[in-house]
């Protein structure tokens, strides 16, 4: 364990060094930072929009990062034979490889979640319908300034102190923009205290609905200010957003509670404002993308132990191309009969399925991820993830690097 912590270490380090880590990661960000401004021109769903490119973008990330980084801590060092001197000593080319890998995705972690932190930044500001909106303050001073600020104190500590320029805005970045996302958790555009619930208006709670537990702690029924009695008083059906969206079990019962029409609309709404807040959803999403991004990772490990950069990007890149699309055309051939239809078959189970990380069309409908879900599909990603590494392994196990 010692050996292997030892690997995966040095390989984060060296990953984090390299100058085309830093420059994808920090255009990533502004591209993040920039998104509200340049998705209000769709005529359509604006924040739609914003969706599909924060995630593409992160997916992107993940990709370009797997190659470069796989290429540069594994290929360099192999070419070069600095890989000799670890695997002549009594470090197996197990360890070895896990430890490769291990260290990348440490590397991909952290650019995953400093992507993710400026996608939540994004989808809190939001995308100006019109011009009678205004941008919100508390982002744009905890998101772009606060990273321009640490991007400033980078240089200074690298300028007078000599400290490297890349690991230091890391070691900067982690800490701080999770501070400046908790605080936005708690504070609205305003300054003040975020109540952190969704709440829409009923003109008068129907006799019904009086009983104490009625609604089994889904919702609550606030009365207006100045209403003596619960009950025939207009007021609002309160939802923590503690609590997530309303899943459609607790949509249904809501509605069971009364044949009334009004009660009906008013649940349905309620409904959907929970759901387009969308904060833990985009959170699995963006889960689901990693693992997507962790499997890019093993792909591009296990070429890098025979091939360089450009092919290493080539496989990869038409492997999240045709594992995206592999429902939709290489499924259907399946179907065919006899050996083509076998060889169909066998290509749909090896080729990864992309499109079971991909959640764009859910979000889109504002449908809820189950957690089940993420698990089996976690598993999945695992499944093929050990897979990759095995095939990394014994590839390299009969490499020269001598």
Known sequence: MRQLYAIAKNTYLQAVRQ??????????????????????FTLDDDDRMLRDIGLSTLLIQGLFLACFVATS????????????????????????????????????????????ISFFMA?????????????????????????????LAAAIMNYLSEWRFLPTLLALLVPFMTLAMLILLFI???????????????????????????????????????NARFEGHSGKLVRSN?????????????????????WKKTVRYLVDSTRKLQGREILKA????????????????????????????????????VGLVSDQVIRPMAELPGLWGGLWTAAYRVVPN????????????????????????????????????????SLFETREVG
């Open 188 to 226: 609205n555009r305003d300054f003040s205290v975020n109540r952190n619930e969704t709440t829409q208006n009923i003109d008068a709670l129907l006799p019904e609905l009086v009983e104490e537990g009625v609604f089994k702690g889904i919702i609550s029924f606030r009365p207006n200010e100045g």
């Open 123 to 151: 989808m809190r500001h939001g995308v100006l319908q019109s011009s009678a909106q205004s941008s919100d303050v508390t982002v744009i001073l905890f998101g772009p300034a606060l990273m321009l600020l640490l991007v």
């Open 354 to 393: 992309f499109q079971l990380f991909w959640m764009v069309d859910a979000l889109n409908e504002y449908r809820l991820i189950p957690l089940s879900y993420v698990v089996s599909t976690s598993g999945y990603a695992l499944a093929y993830i050990a897979a990759l590494l095995l095939l990394a392994m």
């Open 242 to 262: 503690h609590k997530g969206p309303i899943s459609d079990e607790d949509r249904a019962y809501l509605l069971e509670l009364s044949d009334d029409i009004p």
């Open 73 to 116: 801590v594994l290929d360099s060092e192999i070419e070069d034979k600095t890989a000799l001197s670890v695997v002549a000593k009594p470090v197996s080319r197990i360890i070895f490889i896990l430890g490769k890998y291990l260290g990348v995705m440490g590397a991909l972690l952290t650019a995953h979640y400093l992507a993710g």
């Open 286 to 321: 963006s889960c689901l993308i990693f693992w997507a991004v962790g499997l890019l990772a093993a792909l591009a490990v296990a070429a890098a132990t025979r091939l360089g950069l450009l092919l290493t990007f080539l496989i990869n890149f038409l492997a999240i191309a």
């Open 19 to 40: 100058p085309v880590y830093g420059i994808i990661v920090l255009v990533t960000l502004g591209g993040m930072a920039m998104a509200p401004f340049l998705t209000g």
